[in-house]
């Protein structure tokens, strides 16, 4: 008995030894062709989707996460690849992050060959460094407030260039994933602003739509100083030549109460002279009162924030371009989005109307110099 308990253990123990070292991730060496390839690869500024969790709830809302800024570069020194996620404030998250860090490139072990198949490599680093910052209105969050170490591990196919990643962000229950999705790399400044901006729209939709937005002030009183009609000041540029004009827009709401979210605000341009063309334009919006990080900044000089600031944006638009004398359709769409930002406070309105497909767009206001 003692012999077959003996020689049980002794079996278990050898079992537990050799899934032990199966486990073991094997450090891929520096001369390695595919450290060669990673370097080329990851190498440089790229945005990525991020879902961020909370004590398990996702802050980002949207299925397709929150983009996040991510800089790789090869450190020489550590023969590791460091990834900087720039500091990043998604959805709900009360306060802005980011990380730093050094990851090991690794084989994959027979767990991982289950999960990922092809050629991939591991990227692991449990001691990366978390910095949180104060949250300020102007989202600038300057102040790091503490730190923490962070854990992640990423997995990066060579041939397909898609990664995935895991981070415990190690700080009041913070993690978030990187869903398998590729890598573009150079990607710019601009590019991720233009990013953010679509994510915080459809973030603010989506809200919307869940009810969970409660507007800071009433779109009425925006409803009400806009009236039936208004004459708005405008460059209008079409096929990139931009003609100064004066657009007469009218005005009709869907009888709902301000706040509704089924309010709809019906903006109309007929038919008007503008250079060598005439312009029509009818546009179907909803409302919100949820400026976006970049809007902010951008009307911030007008003084909108100190008086309550509703935005209109287009669900279903017409565009149509005519001849000079208004017989002959020259161009129409549907493609375009109009956005009109209006002050509760005062009579004040800017609107912007941009259709790529037929080269048009409408910078115009009523109230301020735009």
């Not at 595919?34 to 990525?48: E, H, M, V």
């Not at 790789?72 to 990043?88: P, Y």
């Not at 509704?260 to 179907?284: F, H, S």
């Not at 359709?329 to 509760?344: C, D, E, H, I, P």
Request: hydrophobic share 35%; aromatic share 10%.
């Amino acid at each position: 008995m003692k012999k077959f308990i003996y020689t049980s253990v002794l079996a278990v123990l050898t079992l537990m030894t050799a899934c032990q070292k199966e486990e073991q991730n094997e450090i891929i060496d520096k001369g390695s062709d595919k450290i060669a390839q990673l370097k080329k690869d990851l190498s440089g500024y790229t945005i990525l989707g991020q879902h961020v969790k909370m004590a398990g709830v996702d802050k980002t809302f949207l299925s397709t996460g929150c983009p996040t800024q991510f800089t790789f570069k090869w450190d020489e020194a550590t023969q590791k690849m460091g990834i900087l996620i720039s500091k990043t404030q998604p959805g709900n998250m009360p306060f802005p992050i980011s990380v730093a860090m050094r990851a090991n490139v690794m084989e994959l072990n027979a767990w991982d060959k289950d999960l990922y198949k092809g050629n991939w490599v591991k990227l692991y680093d449990d001691n990366a460094v978390t910095t949180t910052y104060e949250d300020e209105v102007n989202y600038k969050g300057d102040k790091p407030v503490r730190g923490g170490n962070s854990m992640v591990k990423a997995y990066y196919n060579l041939d397909t260039h898609e990664i995935e990643m895991n981070l415990n962000y190690n700080i009041m229950n913070v993690t978030g994933y990187v869903f398998k999705q590729k890598v573009v790399g150079n990607r710019t400044e601009a590019e991720f602003e233009e990013a953010l901006f679509t994510y915080e729209e459809a973030l603010a939709e989506e809200k919307l739509k869940q009810n969970l937005q409660v507007f800071k002030v009433n779109p009425q009183d925006a409803i009400d100083s806009l009236g039936t009609q208004k004459t708005f000041n405008a460059t209008v540029t079409y096929e990139k030549k931009a003609t100064k004009a004066q657009l007469p827009l009218s005005f009709s709401w869907n009888g709902k109460e301000g706040r509704d979210p089924a309010g709809r605000l019906t903006v109309t341009l007929a038919k008007t002279q503008v250079g060598n063309q005439q312009i029509e334009l009818k546009a179907v919006g909803r409302f919100h009162d949820i400026i976006t990080k970049r809007e902010f900044a951008k009307y911030d000089k007008y003084d909108f924030s100190n008086r309550g600031t509703v935005k209109l944006k287009s669900l279903e638009v017409v565009a149509t371009v005519y001849s000079a004398d208004g017989k002959t359709k020259l161009k129409t769409s549907t493609k375009g989005v109009l956005r009109m930002y209006a002050n509760t406070g005062k009579p004040q309105a800017i609107l912007n109307f941009l259709d790529p497909e037929i080269g048009l767009l409408i910078e115009a206001s009523f109230g301020v110099k735009h």
